[in-house]
């Protein structure tokens, strides 16, 4: 999966959990709704890196 497909997963994922973890209620476009969507795709585009990175640089995982 491309890093853009991940980067938009995860501002879709963070726009349907931050309302129901009472971070934030995005809605429309204004900065809350694209902050949220912004941290959301970071944090799953770190996750993926964290665990594609071995893979793509020929590293064996030890398990």
Request: proline share 6%; charged share 10%; hydrophobic share 55%.
């Amino acid at each position: 999966m491309p890093g853009s497909s991940v980067g938009i997963l995860g501002a879709i994922v963070a726009g349907f959990l931050a309302p129901r973890l009472g971070i934030a209620h995005p809605s429309g476009i204004n900065f809350e709704t694209i902050a949220v969507a912004t941290l959301g795709a970071v944090l799953v585009l770190v996750i993926w890196h964290l665990i594609a990175a071995p893979r793509r640089w020929g590293v064996r995982s030890r398990y």
